[in-house]
């Protein structure tokens, strides 16, 4: 075969994204491990979308960017469970009590479990933010949409009852159920922040 004729067998991109899920795979396996070893087996039931994430300026002035950076994080985080489930003070002194035992990037991931409560309220909140401030009325009325299905699919993860939050009351398999919808929900806000930058 000429070299005129040769054509490549895989997409880049998509041998990038295999590496990025090995990648995944292995924080996962020693996050696994290290849960194991230190009383707190989790179970993985999603290792995380792959992005090209960029380190988050809170700082910029772009809002829509920045949303975007924060979705993508959102999503590249894995959904895992604990055996602390709704004991959120006995996940915490488990915390503390491992606090810089575990790798940095390992640590990071774990961090990064999409059914944490700040995690998707990361998302909520700018998606606010960017909505007070957007200016391009077709766009802002799409993220509308996206908010109006937030509340309508996943209100449970924002609703309160007796001053909580309804979702740290849930199962666990019923707050999985919910992060799940949360995140097609979140993929297509990043759809349409990416068509917006183009």
């Keep these: 075969?000429?070299?005129?004729?040769?054509?490549?067998?895989?997409?880049?991109?998509?041998?990038?994204?295999?590496?990025?899920?090995?990648?995944?795979?292995?924080?996962?396996?020693?996050?696994?491990?290290?849960?194991?070893?230190?009383?707190?087996?989790?179970?993985?039931?999603?290792?995380?979308?792959?992005?090209?994430?960029?380190?988050?300026?809170?700082?910029?002035?772009?809002?829509?960017?920045?949303?975007?950076e924060i979705s993508k994080h959102y999503i590249s985080g894995p959904i895992f469970t604990d055996t602390f489930s709704k004991d959120n003070n006995r996940r915490r002194k488990w915390e503390k009590k491992t606090e810089g035992l575990m790798d940095a990037e390992i640590e990071k991931y774990y961090k990064s479990n999409r059914l944490g409560v700040n995690n998707y309220f990361n998302v909520i909140g700018i998606l606010d933010v960017l909505l007070n401030d957007l200016k391009d009325s077709e766009i802002k009325n799409k993220l509308i949409d996206i908010k109006n299905e937030i509340f309508q699919e996943t209100g449970d993860l924002i609703n309160k009852k007796d001053d909580s939050l309804i979702y740290g009351t849930l199962e666990d398999d019923n707050k999985i159920e919910l992060i799940k919808k949360f995140s097609k929900i979140v993929q297509k806000l990043i759809s349409i922040l990416e068509n917006k930058r183009h």
Excluded at 2 to 22: G, H, L, W
Excluded at 24 to 51: H, M, Q, R, W
């Design 1 to 68: 075969m000429s070299k005129e004729n040769f054509k490549p067998t895989a997409d880049m991109d998509e041998i990038e994204k295999s590496q990025e899920k090995k990648d995944n795979l292995e924080k996962a396996k020693k996050l696994t491990v290290f849960c194991s070893e230190n009383e707190n087996p989790i179970l993985i039931i999603d290792y995380g979308e792959n992005f090209d994430l960029k380190k988050i300026d809170l700082e910029q002035s772009d809002l829509a960017k920045l949303s975007l």
